[in-house]
């Protein structure tokens, strides 16, 4: 048993899911995982790889022709890394190894359209980047103690942020990197609702002391064939980004104004965020906690074509639900975990850390060593 107990935004995701898959994945559950790689890549990581080279705090003041090569280096490294790990539990079709070809190709082209894009609207410093830290969780009925495990143990929230900037302002805005893979962009309203970035904004205020003016949702467009009968309006992605300035619009809000720029591939939506936002959903951080470290928490699925379509843990769970013992499933099929999902070391960095995958330079504050 380790010495905090240790919730995860991902977790708490599964949780309000479906419990059963929470039950079998977290990993202060049974803490499974798929014994082999369940895709070849995930393009996601793969993009967020390249950003946090672009955006790296101690190479934000190098002139960006030098950096553009190094981002797009690291989202070939990581691309041929997820593979390669893949490859080692099975080998890669001909149709497999024609998608990763295209997915290359798409996300060079999509990085390459979105450093010329970006650049004309980076109006603020990199603070920190691919950051990873732990808070203690405040109890809502009294702030100033941490909530406790029944068990003894301190509860620990673990976040991992994409990006923290300062504007021209002195003001610090956290950032969210997204690709879009649909034909449309997400509804404004769901931005605002967005619970990930409202929760890592509650965390780096409570981990850093530091004031979150508001959000940023930074948004890539993968161009993907419409469905059949709707419009066309997907770029093609072998064209170039339209030359001339986004399209700009701005939203009153209670908290501020929205502004929003948009192009063909790219959108950026600023969105002021007040305290009692903030808060609020710290509470309902810490609600969430209190229920999942509940030795009675009710354990149950909740099955839906949304839910267990892509879940890792179909099978184990369709045998415990036609009454079937899912041990033998779990023991050829899944694993416990084995790999760690936090860097020692580099506990609440003010200037952030790339990833060992691709880490070009180490900057570390004085007293960090």
């Known amino acids: 048993m380790t010495a905090y107990h240790v919730i995860r935004p991902g977790e708490s995701d599964q949780f309000r899911r479906c419990r059963r898959a929470w ?9 499974y995982e798929p014994a082999e790689p369940v895709r070849v890549i995930d393009f996601d990581e793969a993009v967020r790889d390249a950003l946090d080279i672009y955006y790296f705090p101690g190479m934000w003041e190098w002139k960006r022709e030098i950096v553009r090569p190094l981002a797009v280096r690291a989202f070939d490294k990581s691309m041929r890394r997820q593979r390669a790990e893949y490859a080692e539990h099975r080998a890669l079709s001909a149709e497999q190894e024609r998608d990763w070809a295209e997915r290359h190709r798409l996300g060079t082209r999509l990085l390459e359209r979105y450093f010329g894009w970006a650049e004309r609207l980076d109006r603020f410093t990199p603070v920190q980047v691919a950051a990873q830290f732990d808070i203690v969780i405040p109890d809502p009925d009294d702030p100033d103690a941490g909530l406790v495990a029944p068990d003894g143990r301190t509860i620990q929230y673990r ?66 064939p419409p469905p059949d009968g709707a419009p066309a309006d997907q770029p093609n992605p072998d064209e170039p980004e339209p030359d001339g300035e986004p399209e700009i ?29 903030l808060e609020r959903r710290g509470v309902a951080v810490a609600y969430e906690t209190l229920d999942m470290v509940d030795p009675l928490v009710r354990l149950y699925p909740n099955p839906s074509t949304a839910h267990c379509a892509e879940c890792v843990y179909r099978a184990p769970c369709v045998a415990m639900t036609q ?10 099929a899944y694993r416990k975990r084995v790999r760690e999902d936090f860097e020692l070391g580099r506990l609440g960095s003010v200037w952030g850390f790339v990833p060992e995958t691709h880490r070009v330079a180490d900057h570390r504050p004085p007293g960090k060593q």
């Open 23 to 31: 039950d079998l994945g977290a990993r202060e559950r049974r803490n």
């Open 159 to 224: 976040v991992r942020i994409d990006m923290v900037v300062m504007d021209e302002h002195d003001l610090c805005w956290l950032a969210e990197h997204r690709v879009v893979s649909g034909p449309q962009w997400s509804d404004l309203d769901q931005l605002i609702l967005d619970e990930q970035s409202l929760t890592r904004s509650w965390a780096w205020q409570l981990g850093f002391l530091g004031r979150i003016e508001g959000t940023i949702h930074n948004e890539l467009r993968v161009a993907v």
């Open 249 to 277: 619009t701005a939203v009153p809000a209670p908290s501020g104004i929205i502004t929003q720029h948009r192009g063909a591939y790219f959108r950026r939506t600023q969105i002021p965020r007040g305290q009692m936002e």
């Open 323 to 332: 009454g079937l013992d899912e041990q033998p499933i779990l023991d050829t």
